[in-house]
């Protein structure tokens, strides 16, 4: 997409998800409801086709549109699989295939392959409680395949994550796919897209805990004042906004990298940091932010906990901080000392 | 209501830029070496005449500067990655520092015509060095009420006052010097204006101060009843706030804020071997993340800069962040080594590098603006206050 067609779609998005994917649809979700008409109308706009080409029955765009989308999204805390559903569609896409309409999500774990059945377990997959689809990349002999499992042929345990959202164990008991292809997108490159995917929507809930922060502080009275007023407050803040920094800066750069080197290998080393950051640094915005509010933002009333708890739970997803640091430390102390800064300016591993 | 949005755009390097850090880095791999430091660590603020008049010969100081003083008209962003090739190598570029970052542009900016066809050409060859004097016994972060007082007489000012931590003033050539002109000390912003000193007139008397660490880097400054002639007043009486506020901004944004002592990182990777625990990586893996964040965060002020805009906050927000990155990393750096450094002997010398590090962590949250200066221009940027 151009940068205008990009804007115009983030626009629509951004109150498309204001009007739409408000508090109440995020309270209901956590109580089981599934908010059949928003997903209806996502699918509408063709938000989980993004990045799939054209003649795939996908909208077209690139993978950075997609990511940007996805950051607009976290920024409402939209409670229903987007993210995992247009990365499915990409990766079937890649694959050769054609994205289905419904819910889907990505398991992404250790899963094996006997002829065409699929046997194995991964926890908390995301959205499993309402996904009509599995998409899994399972490697076996330097091989990577792609299958598509549907619901009805897993066994699905609910274990609804601490954002509330319907997380589940799917056990795949030799399970019958109904798609399968060679998949030119590796298990571990899959990984790497789907925790782009999360930092990306880190990034957009880090920028709406900010500004929910700063508003209140704003209006917020006491001792006769605006508590925004108070130099303790506002260096509270001020803090807050350099770590939202960081972390919308570190999700944009890997963007933009993973965008520029390929659906197959682009940015690797820059996905791997930028989750690293967003997730390390996801602790102090909730800390930061829920001491700016008090006791109300710790309220179940107000919208602050869904974007806090969705943070803590997405900083654990696709690899935390300290899967992706390993990687990355491993890396560099493998290469000796004298590649860390040839490395770290070129954006790549060190070895 | 809505607060301004924070946006970061990643930007890249040109090609040209990228070209020029190749360029660099095949220099100062042959030549760094061969300088004498007094640093085993050295970084931006380790002097060395000779290392600064090697760069210069190689057209890399005043880079950005045009041709008629010497400079090579290149651009803002040529100059970032010869500044980013410095900090990552930890070269010894004390001497002409500030004059290349700060001074320099300064003169260029609101220096007259003689001032500028004196200095320039010698800072360009890496010859001439600046002190900055700004702080005072009684004038820190609140920089608006300098006492420093610069009496009109025929032919110049008489200057008297005193200004303290000014780093290099026992070694550097000149001194910008904040001085009352006019007015009164609760004039505030009113009636400032910026001096060129030659450090060696009569009646300056420099005056060590020597910081925890041992070092003597910082000096008091007197002035007593120093005679300045009228052509070293830099701009125009009176505009002293103004210049030195754009003075400022160049302290602010550059990488010197992150990388002051990457030696820390890479003294670890070298201790903790090829091949650490899983958890010793995971740490190691953490601190590196955060650096490139950072790294990301200045490229992204800088490509602002370079597009004609002025993210004050944006550059207040790196600095702040990266010089408490700075003070974090020699103590997550230490424990991660005492508990997995390959050796007992590496373990020792590492304690050492780390331990010399965190003597000087608190000066990255206090000079070129503290901390708690910085988030009051960020929380302004919020709109706070």
């Known amino acids: 997409m151009d940068r205008e067609t990009r804007d115009m779609l983030l626009e629509t998005a951004t109150r498309f998800f204001a009007e739409r994917a408000g508090k109440d649809v995020v309270n209901g979700v956590e109580k089981g409801v599934w908010p059949a008409d928003l997903w209806r109308e996502i ?40 993210a995992e559903t247009a990365l499915a569609n990409l990766l079937v896409a890649a694959a050769g295939g054609k994205p289905a309409g419904g819910p889907s999500t990505v398991a992404l774990g250790e899963l094996s392959l006997q002829g065409n059945r699929v046997s194995g377990k991964v926890a908390r997959v995301p959205f499993a409680g309402v996904a009509e689809r599995f998409v899994a990349i399972i ?108 972390t919308i800066a570190s999700a944009e750069s890997a963007s933009r990298d993973a965008d520029e080197g390929g659906l197959e290998k682009g940015g690797s080393f820059s996905i791997a940091a930028a989750k690293t950051q967003c997730s390390d640094f996801a602790h102090r915005i909730a800390a930061l932010s829920h ?38 430390g491993e890396s560099f102390a493998r290469a000796g000392k004298d590649e860390l800064w040839p490395a770290l300016s070129e954006s790549r591993y060190a070895a | 209501m809505s607060i301004p949005k924070l946006e970061f755009p990643p930007f890249h390097l040109p090609a040209e830029a990228e070209a020029l850090r190749g360029e660099v880095r095949a220099f100062l791999k042959e030549t760094l070496p061969k300088i004498q430091s007094e640093d085993r660590f050295a970084s931006w603020n ?33 100059r970032l990655v010869v500044t980013e090739e410095l900090l990552g190598n ?17 003169l260029l900016k609101f220096g007259t015509e003689q001032q500028r066809q004196a200095i320039l050409p010698r800072i360009v060859r890496g010859e001439c060095y600046f002190s900055i004097g700004m702080s005072e016994p009684d004038s820190g972060s609140d920089l608006a009420s300098v006492r420093t007082r610069a009496e009109p007489v025929p032919g110049g000012f008489r200057v008297n006052g005193t200004k303290v931590w000014t ?82 901004a160049f302290e602010r944004s550059g990488p010197e804020r992150f990388m002051q002592n990457v030696y820390v990182l890479r003294e670890l990777v070298r201790v903790l071997g ?53 003070q974090d990393l020699p103590e997550i750096a230490r424990t991660l080594a005492e508990s997995d450094a390959t050796t007992e002997d590496d373990l020792a010398d590492f304690l050492d590098v780390a331990q010399y590090a965190s003597m000087m962590a608190p000066s990255y949250t206090i000079q070129g603006g503290t901390t708690q200066v910085l988030r009051g221009i960020v929380a302004r940027g919020l709109g706070l206050r």
């Not at chain 2, 930890?90 to 542009?105: C, T």
């Open chain 2, 90 to 106: 930890s070269a010894p570029a004390g001497s002409h520092w500030v004059a290349d970052r700060q001074s320099g542009p300064l």
């Open chain 2, 167 to 248: 780093s290099g003033a026992h070694r550097n050539h000149y001194c910008i010097t904040l001085v009352r002109t006019s007015g009164q000390h609760g004039d505030r912003h009113k009636g400032l204006s910026q001096l060129l000193v030659d450090l060696k007139t009569p009646g300056v008397t420099i005056r060590p101060i020597i910081n925890l660490a041992g070092r003597h880097d910082w000096n008091e400054v007197t002035f007593s009843d120093a005679f300045i002639p009228e052509d070293c007043l830099i701009g125009n009486e009176g505009d002293g706030w103004l210049q030195v506020t754009s003075e400022l």
């Open chain 2, 46 to 78: 380790t002097p060395s005449p000779e290392f600064s008049r090697a760069l210069g010969a190689k057209g890399w100081l005043g880079i950005t500067w045009p041709k008629q003083y010497g400079g090579a008209e290149r651009s803002f962003l040529d």
């Open chain 2, 274 to 326: 090829r091949q650490p625990a899983k958890r010793a990586s995971a740490i190691l893996g953490r601190l590196i993340a955060r650096l490139w964040t950072l790294r990301q965060m200045s490229t992204a002020v800088a490509g602002m800069m370079q597009g004609g805009k002025s993210p004050a906050i944006e550059a207040s927000l790196v600095k702040d962040l990266g010089t408490i990155y700075q």
């Open chain 1, 139 to 246: 490697t076996a002999g330097g091989k990577s395949t792609l299958v598509v499992v549907p619901r009805d042929a897993v066994a699905i345990e609910d274990t609804p994550s601490h954002a509330g959202e319907p997380y589940g164990t799917v056990t795949f008991d030799g399970a019958m796919p109904e798609f399968s292809a060679a998949s030119p997108v590796s298990a571990g490159r899959a990984l790497e897209l789907a925790a782009l995917a999360r930092a990306m929507q880190m990034a957009g809930a880090a920028d709406k805990v900010l500004a929910t922060a700063t508003e209140y502080c704003k209006q917020r009275v006491q001792f006769g004042r605006p508590i925004s007023t108070f130099q303790a407050i506002q260096h509270m803040l001020a803090e807050l906004a350099s770590c939202v920094a960081a």
């Open chain 1, 291 to 328: 001491q700016s509010m008090g006791a109300m933002g710790f309220t179940h009333e107000h919208i602050l906990h869904h974007y806090t708890r969705r943070l803590w739970v997405w900083r654990r997803d696709f690899g935390s901080e300290s899967f992706w640091g390993e990687k990355i």
């Open chain 1, 43 to 82: 699918e509408e706009m063709g938000l989980p086709l993004i990045a799939v080409p054209e003649e795939q029955d996908g909208v077209g765009g690139t993978l950075a549109d997609l990511m940007a989308m996805l950051r607009v999204a976290g920024e409402h805390a939209v409670p229903v699989p987007v």
